[in-house]
């Protein structure tokens, strides 16, 4: 098991941008995949990012062509880049960690979009 701890949330306008960090505790690079999902009041969790280890992604068709999911295996950091940011966006972001089918998460960051 891995802990993870996000950060980076926050308010931000329309259109603007925020950059989410989740560190691990420990080495990701055998982590078989690392990503974002999201959850808005009385709405199930839905997946927002994925990145493996080969570098493969995986975007919700919402966030296609707005958001990037990187990651830094000597920093042991994965990180979403939101940009053109909506008010839909607004959410609890939890980073998500897979190694040999066991899931972990981190404890979620608030984003809110809103003028």
């Known amino acids: 098991q891995v802990q993870l701890v996000e950060s980076g949330g926050g308010l931000v306008q329309p259109g603007g941008s925020l950059r989410l960090s989740c560190a691990a505790s420990r080495s990701i690079f055998s982590l078989n995949a690392m990503g974002w999902y999201r959850q808005s009041p009385g709405k199930e969790r839905e997946l927002v990012a994925t990145?493996?280890?080969?570098?493969?992604?995986n975007y919700a068709d919402s966030v296609k062509g707005r958001f990037t999911v990187s990651r830094s295996n000597a920093r042991n950091t994965v990180y979403l880049q939101m940009n053109s940011l909506k008010p839909e966006d607004t959410a609890v972001y939890y980073c998500n960690a897979v190694e040999y089918g066991y899931d972990s998460w981190g404890q979620g960051t608030q984003v809110t979009v809103s003028s």
């Open positions: 990145l493996t280890s080969g570098g493969r992604t």
